[in-house]
Structure formats: C-alpha cells, structure tokens
C-alpha cells in the first residue's frame, strides 16, 4: 500500500520493495537510495541491523522507520542509530507521507504512541550495537526539537571527537558548510567552545559521556 502511494508522489521514484531485511540491504549497497522506508521486524534480518550496515556504508542515505511495536526505549535508540524519523504503522497515510516529506527534505520526524520505558508490549528488539551511543530518551526528545535534523548529526560527531573535515567528509558535505553548522549549533544551545558543546550533547541525551 505504501509503495503504491509513494508511486503517485511527484518527485519519487520507489527503487524497490523487499519483504526481507538482506534482500532490502543487498538492494541499498548496490544501488544506494536517497531515502530507506524500513520495518523492523523483518524476516532473517532485523530492521536495526539494515539500519546499521545502511548508516555505517551510505551515511547519505535517510532512513525512516515503520513499526507497529514502539516501546520506551525506542526513540532514543533509533537516534542512537542516526534515523532521521519514525511513524507508528497504524497511523494514517497521509501522516507517512508527512513523515516521508520531512525527512527528504532533510528534517527529522519522530511521532507515535509510545508505552513508558519498561511496559509490556511488542517483541523485544535485538541487541545492535548503534553507531551512536543513546542517551537518556527524555531529554533526547527536546534535542530533536531543538536542532534541524543535520544540524542534530553535526552535534553528534562533533562530540564525538570528530574534526570538521570527517564530519565534512562522512556527511558529504563542504568544510564550510559544517563550520556553518556547528556555529549556528553553538549559537542554539549558547555555547562558546567545543567542550561545552560536549557537555551539553551529553545532558542532551546525544551522546553518553
């Protein structure tokens, strides 16, 4: 149903539907995508580990997350992975295709009903070690809303030691274009230095210390 709707969007193009999370991360290596629209409950390979092999090889591509089974953990696990948004399954398709949307456009889009950390529901998902490390999930909510969407990866790699030219670099973007970024970062979050950026990713829920 999706892959129908998408099909009538102008400006989309549906590369290709899998019903399998390998023949899904086979398609996107050798033919990398603009946007990957993944499950995570899929058969032979989860969804979070396509979403990791997807990250780590093609750190271009935008990934949005379908799931009928949100938990309280999600959010901050999915921003742990670098996934620009997610939609709980059972919302209507016209609220996908917002979601779809913001993501291209290169926002970030992070809404469902999601069960408080703990409560019972949906299967357990696997132990994937994220690119990212997550943070406590309540504050990384109010980093979403915060920062722009690669403004929020910009963050990331920043307190993560990395220089402007391997953000640059892994971003595909121009050296200038990520100073620009992490001074507008700065002047967001009133900051004058790196290290307090750090700290402030760390109490964000960005990264952990």
């Keep these: ?17 899998f019903k ?26 989860h969804g979070l580990e396509v979403i990791r092999e997807v990250r780590a090889k093609l750190p271009s591509t935008r990934i ?3 799931t ?3 938990d309280g953990d999600l959010p901050a696990r999915l921003i742990a992975q670098g996934v ?11 609220y996908v295709l917002q979601a779809i949307e913001s993501v291209v456009a290169g926002g970030m889009f992070f809404a469902t ?14 132990k994937v070690e994220p690119s990212v490390k997550a943070g406590p999930q309540v ?23 990395h220089s402007s030219k391997e953000i640059a670099d892994r971003l595909d973007l121009s050296v200038r274009t990520v100073e620009k970024h992490r001074a507008n970062i700065m002047d967001k979050i009133n900051v004058k230095e790196v290290a307090s950026l750090v700290r402030w990713c760390v109490q964000a829920g960005i990264v952990k210390s």
């Design 113 to 126: 009903n999601v069960p408080p950390k703990g409560a019972v529901g949906g299967p357990a998902l696997p």
């Design 20 to 45: 399998d999370g390998k023949s899904c991360l086979e398609h996107c290596l050798k033919d990398p995508p603009g946007l990957l629209i993944v499950d995570l409950y899929l058969p032979g390979m």
């Design 68 to 70: 009928g089974h949100p």
């Design 84 to 94: 620009h948004g997610f939609v709980d399954k059972s919302a209507p398709i016209n």
């Design 1 to 17: 149903m999706l892959a129908s709707a998408l099909s009538r969007v102008r400006g989309l193009v549906v590369a290709g539907s």
């Design 139 to 161: 504050t990384s909510a109010e980093a979403v809303q915060m920062l722009s969407g690669r403004e929020l990866e910009v963050a990331r790699l920043v307190a993560e030691g």
């Design 64 to 66: 949005l997350v379908l």
